[in-house]
């Protein structure tokens, strides 16, 4: 991954550069990740990150949307598996309902550093955090959610590189 840590947050999924992840278990976030958070397809760009991803990994879809056929669906349509896991991120615990893999390393790719950035630390994973996805069509609870989300990460960045 060329993506330096300045730089955490800046790119969506799609203008990453996800070939250079190899040989991981990868937990890719779907709401604000993949989609605007509800969105029921997979759209544009964003359609050929599960394919690149998983030439070279494992990779599971995950959400903590209360939609588990959408994600198993969106999962299944891309060729790629899903965590069934009732829990949310950030419990480490969702850990026991990933299938064994032959890979050790981890990576979690999502849009918030309160539940993906959390969950990835908990799990001893790399977090690579996005651009969020968005559709104009967000609840004013979930603009809040968002902006709560994103100045926890900046400041907790901010913390990391002055101390
Ligand atoms: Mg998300």
Known sequence: MTQ?????????????????????????????????????????????????????NDVFLFSNHVDRERLARLAEEHGVSHISSLRRKPDPRILHDIPSSRHTQRVVIGDRAMTDGLFAHLIGARFIKVRRAKNGEESIALRVVYWVDDAVFFFVRAIKRFT
């Open 4 to 56: 330096s840590q300045a730089q955490q947050g800046v790119f969506h999924i799609w203008e990453l550069d996800l070939g250079a992840i190899e040989n991981n278990v990868v937990i890719v976030d779907l709401d604000g990740t993949l989609v605007a958070s509800g969105q029921g397809t997979i759209v544009g760009e964003a359609k050929g990150v599960l394919e690149t991803l998983r030439t070279r």
